[in-house]
């Protein structure tokens, strides 16, 4: 529960301290007397975001703080806040500041949150109900949440089992769109890696072919001067001509063989002359045998050309180096191999499909039993609800229905038929009713007036309650549109709900008022030459004078309205034991 409320620098606010009770809270007070400021102060407190308008003009920043409690509190609301306190019964201040300059800090317990932590934790521990909730009943998108919420934790269960395997196949049919969309690509990416592998493997490439190549080349191009030059040589090493270097270097190892073994030295030199005339006699065999082997062969020079030639065309197309050109071809094989792998994935998918349309359609249709058969509960709830709240003859239903597709393809196959599904299953929800006898029953925003709207709103919070788990509840003029006896079974509502949770409700009313466990009276004066807004509790006699008030529609109370704010606050007591103030 909502324990204490600081509320510092917020629009005509200077500083106000409020302590609420466990049970019904009410605050009273003119029109534009700034209640709606303390509405907007605890919507700061539970994350809502705003901007530096809100700050008291003069003032740097602006400062709200909650004092909230959980003692015997719902123990998913005691698991959610464990990581500020690991005592059960523990409290909890939340507060935040605003300043001028654009920064927002959010505190719980004095560890710093963001905006969106904080709105999830103010969305465990207080229920808000403004005007513009009262409107969201009119939006058929809400009714099935409203409608799952009073099912409870059955239809609840199958819901997150339903939320598992609808994100589940929304991925897979994501997944299987996207494949079909490239099956196109595919195809032709498969036929131009297929041409690229083959054009590659049937040019039968060497690592080494382009150097050896080229080499021949080289000496095919080139016969001429070298057939020239090998002859010359192996003439001048071991021809027939007069300066045969063959017999020349005989003649010297002849004419030194007859004195090297005088001088070691010289020994040494004949060695040398020696070994010469050995390599010459070798050197001159190689370009012998290499002279008989040089034959001009203009058809090969021809072969080498265009092989080269088609070497080329191949490095223009997949790299710049034979090794370039396998490597590419490597990968293109892996590209096929990974597009056949997507081909058999897509398979697979479809298959997953299958199953995965025969699973949701299960749950679906056990989702949607279990709604329809709460849905008859609900009714008769609802109906008795609003019978007490003075409206006897009205007739609610829950509309329940299925979109058929026909033959459009998608949707959940269900007993030989096909239907659309949504998020929340196959299921349109909407609220009929029919306010008056005789009149059929019709969607909710077209029928209800503003006080039906609002009595509608208690009556399914009324029920609700029963599920919910937050602790605290916050009415914001629940009694939009209401007046007279009916004003009184709102408050009698209001006042039964204060049974379970804490009530915090803004009225004008003072027959609401009269249900009251603790009553405030927001209200506007000027001090220090400024207008500022001020929140009071009031004592039992400040109460019968706020509610006599209130009653009267005039500032100055008398004694027959004073006398008919008791009796208000004495019939409340009666019906539901609340008026704490009532000695």
């Not at 975001?49 to 998913?76: M, V, W, Y």
């Not at 904080?118 to 009119?138: A, F, P, R, T, Y």
């Not at 008769?380 to 007739?395: A, D, G, I």
């Not at 829950?398 to 597709?405: M, R, S, T």
Request: charged residues 30%; contains cysteine.
């Amino acid at each position: 529960m909502l324990q204490e409320l600081h509320i510092k620098n917020l629009v005509l606010i200077d500083e106000a301290y409020i302590e609420f009770g466990k049970d019904l809270n009410v605050l009273t007070g003119e029109t534009g007397a700034g209640k709606t400021v303390l509405v907007e102060a605890i919507s700061l407190l539970l994350g809502e975001r705003t901007d530096c308008s809100l700050i008291r003009t003069g003032c740097q920043e602006a400062h709200i703080e909650g004092l909230f409690t959980l003692k015997n509190g719902p123990k998913e609301a005691i698991e959610q806040l464990r990581e500020f306190t690991s005592d059960d019964d523990a409290q909890y201040v939340v507060s935040r500041r605003i300043s001028r300059e654009g920064k927002n800090k959010c505190y719980i317990n004095g560890k710093i949150v963001t905006l969106n932590r904080l709105k999830d934790i103010g969305n465990i521990l207080v229920d808000l109900h403004g005007q513009h909730e009262h409107q969201s009943l009119l939006k058929a998108s809400t009714h099935l949440d409203l409608l799952d919420s009073y099912a409870g934790q059955e239809v609840l269960a199958k819901k997150e089992e339903y939320a598992e395997v609808y994100n589940e196949l929304i991925i897979l049919l994501e997944n299987l769109k996207a494949l079909k969309e490239k099956a196109r690509e595919r195809a032709r990416k498969d036929d131009l890696l297929h041409f690229q592998i083959e054009e590659i493997e049937k040019a039968d490439l060497k690592l080494s072919e382009e150097d050896d190549l080229k080499k021949e080349r080289d000496v095919l191009s080139n016969i001429e001067k070298i057939s020239k030059a090998v002859n010359f040589s192996c003439e001048t090493i071991s021809g027939d001509t007069q300066y045969c270097v063959h017999d020349l270097l005989a003649g010297v190892e002849g004419s030194l063989s007859k004195v090297f073994e005088f001088d070691s030295e010289l020994a040494d030199i004949y060695q040398r002359i020696k070994n010469i005339s050995f390599e010459m006699d070798d050197l001159g065999q190689l370009l012998s045998l290499y002279a008989e082997g040089l034959r001009y062969n203009p058809g090969r020079l021809e072969e080498i050309e265009d092989r080269l030639a088609a070497i080329n065309l191949l490095k223009k197309k997949y790299g710049e180096s034979i090794e370039e050109i396998l490597a590419f071809k490597n990968q293109a094989q892996a590209e096929v191999d990974s597009l056949m792998t997507a081909e058999s994935r897509l398979s697979e998918l479809e298959l997953d499909l299958v199953k995965k349309n025969k699973r949701i359609a299960v749950v679906a249709k056990a989702l949607s039993k279990e709604r329809k058969k709460a849905a008859l509960n609900f009714e008769k709830e609802v109906t008795q609800q609003l019978s007490e709240l003075n409206m006897p003859k009205v007739k609610f239903s829950v509309q329940i229905l299925n979109e058929k597709l026909g033959d459009v393809e998608g949707g959940i196959l269900i007993s030989g038929e096909r239907f659309k599904y949504f998020p929340g299953g196959l299921d349109i929800v909407e609220f009929m009713i029919s306010p008056n006898p005789g009149e059929p029953l019709k969607p909710l925003a077209k029928i209800a007036s503003g006080g039906e709207i609002s009595r509608i709103m208690l009556a399914l919070k009324g029920i609700l309650a029963k599920v919910d788990s937050i602790p605290t509840l916050i009415f914001d003029e629940i009694d939009s549109g209401v007046g007279g006896e009916t004003a009184g079974f709102v408050g009698q509502k209001v006042g039964i709900l204060s049974d379970t949770h804490q009530v915090i409700c803004i009225t004008h009313l003072p027959q609401i008022a009269a249900f009251a466990n603790g009553h405030f009276r927001v209200f506007k004066k000027e001090k220090d030459g400024r207008t500022q807004t001020f929140v009071e509790a009031l004592s039992f006699d400040d109460r019968i004078d706020e509610m006599a008030r209130m009653l009267s529609g005039r500032s100055e109370v008398t004694e027959l309205s004073k006398k008919h704010a008791l009796e208000l606050i004495e019939f409340a007591k009666k019906t539901v034991g609340g008026a704490c103030l009532l000695n």
